[in-house]
T-cell receptor
Framework: NAGVMQNPRHLVRRRGQEARLRCSPM?????VYWYRQLPEEGLKFMVY????????ESGMPKERFSAEFPKEGPSILRIQQVVRGDSAAYFC??????????????FGPGTRLTVT | AQSVSQHNHHVILSEAASLELGCNYS??????LFWYVQYPGQHLQLLLK??????LVKGIKGFEAEFIKSKFSFNLRKPSVQWSDTAEYFC??????????FGQGTTLQVKP
């Protein structure tokens, strides 16, 4: 059973460009979470999605950031008009059930975004 | 708001020393608690978890943690660390909405 897949692993963008980060959850998992790890900080929750639904986006910046998890295909985290402060590691996690269910989240290897 | 606090940001130990990493959380309801580890250059892996039952939980690689509800704590322990335990350790709480709330992380450096 393949783990959580993220691509690309490394992404370099110039200020003002768009960044698209992809996450394929583990087989059988329908809940996806995105987290961001800024330098010298812990992981911060961004958004929680189920297929075709955003369940909780309380950690997502109001502007320039969006996320989706379509019926088919991977979950996408999109950052428009990137700025230097967006440079971070973005981790995706998946679980078979959501909310406060007794299932841990399985993490992908992360995408390291560098904005130049 | 829920929060998780890890007391030690950077710990340096010699091999065979005992380890205890502190973790406190603030949340009044039922919680699920986790310790994750991130080895250099790798992604987060689950060390252990607490959902209910015996408050002393055992994880992989000889790690254990004790949930003390009255102290809102979930400290991680290992009796004898190895050089290969050098990594960053994160305590996390699973909120009622499903998202994990992480502590700031503790970097453990084990000297051979």
């Amino acid at each position: 059973n393949a783990g959580v897949m993220q691509n690309p692993r490394h992404l370099v963008r110039r200020r003002g460009q768009e960044a698209r980060l992809r996450c394929s959850p583990m087989k059988g998992h329908s809940h996806v979470y995105w987290y961001r790890q800024l330098p010298e900080e812990g992981l911060k929750f961004m958004v929680y999605l189920q297929k075709e639904n955003i369940i909780d986006e309380s950690g997502m910046p109001k502007e320039r950031f969006s996320a989706e998890f379509p019926k088919e295909g991977p979950s996408i985290l999109r950052i428009q008009q990137v700025v230097r402060g967006d440079s971070a590691a973005y981790f995706c996690a998946s679980s078979p059930l959501g909310a406060a269910s007794p299932y841990e989240q399985y993490f992908g290897p992360g995408t390291r975004l560098t904005v130049t | 708001a829920q929060s998780v606090s890890q007391h030690n940001h950077h710990v340096i130990l010699s091999e065979a020393a005992s380890l205890e990493l502190g973790c406190n959380y603030s949340y009044g309801g039922t919680v699920n608690l986790f310790w994750y580890v991130q080895y250099p250059g790798q992604h987060l892996q689950l060390l252990l978890k607490y959902f209910s039952g015996d408050p002393l939980v055992k994880g992989i690689k000889g790690f254990e943690a004790e949930f003390i509800k009255s102290k809102f704590s979930f400290n991680l322990r290992k009796p004898s660390v190895q050089w290969s335990d050098t990594a960053e350790y994160f305590c996390a709480v699973n909120s009622y909405t499903g998202k994990l709330i992480f502590g700031q992380g503790t970097t453990l450096q084990v000297k051979p």
